[in-house]
């Protein structure tokens, strides 16, 4: 497996009504520059507390904020909330089930609409942060590695198409005969 620039980081998010899929685009290198030394601090900080592949994904989002906000850096128009998290939430899509197959909305969208509950927002940005951190920080070599191991761990997926493209590989949706709920496959295409 290459990384670059290309390659995106794939979420599925289980409830008991549907299955969505999470689908974020890795930041521009001026974004990971102005935020390098708290993106940076947070991958030191996952490791140096033993953290790993096994509970990054799952606490990466709760660093950068401790980090963040013992540094003073958290807040403010430049901030690592509005700037760095923003950033991130924007280049993030929600591929769901519509009324005529798969759609693709905005994070952000969903999230105002509450069709993620917090917990999977915990998750869903905990795995982000992580995916950034490796995908950033870590040596070149061992990234493909580290992002398996995430993926085994985590359901994740490493894709090289855009949220669109992703939307238009997923299987067909059909709808059940007595309820009218919309029904998909629960595999993630490779």
């Not at 798969?102 to 982000?128: H, S």
């Not at 085994?152 to 493209?165: F, G, R």
Request: aromatic share 6%.
């Amino acid at each position: 497996m290459r990384i670059d620039k290309k390659l995106n980081l794939v979420i599925p998010v289980e409830s008991e009504s549907r299955s969505i899929f999470v689908h974020s685009t890795p930041i521009s290198r001026d974004v990971f520059e102005k935020y390098f030394l708290v993106i940076s601090q947070t991958f030191a900080a996952i490791y140096s507390e033993g953290l790993g592949q096994v509970a990054g994904p799952r606490v990466a989002a709760l660093m950068l904020k401790k980090i963040a906000v013992d540094s003073g850096s958290w807040d403010g128009a430049d901030g690592v909330n509005n700037g760095l998290m923003n950033e991130i939430r924007r280049l993030t899509n929600v591929v769901m089930p519509g009324n005529s197959g798969w759609m693709t909305m905005q994070y952000q969208d969903a999230i105002e609409r509450k069709l993620i509950c917090q917990d999977d927002i915990d998750e869903i940005e905990g795995n982000i942060i992580f995916f950034i951190c490796v995908s950033a920080v870590h040596k070149k070599n061992l990234i493909p590695g580290m992002l398996a191991m995430m993926s085994n761990l985590w359901a994740t997926q490493i894709s090289s198409l855009n949220s669109t493209e992703f939307a238009r590989s997923l299987p067909i949706l059909t709808a059940t005969e007595n309820s009218g709920e919309t029904v998909i496959a629960l595999s993630v295409p490779s």
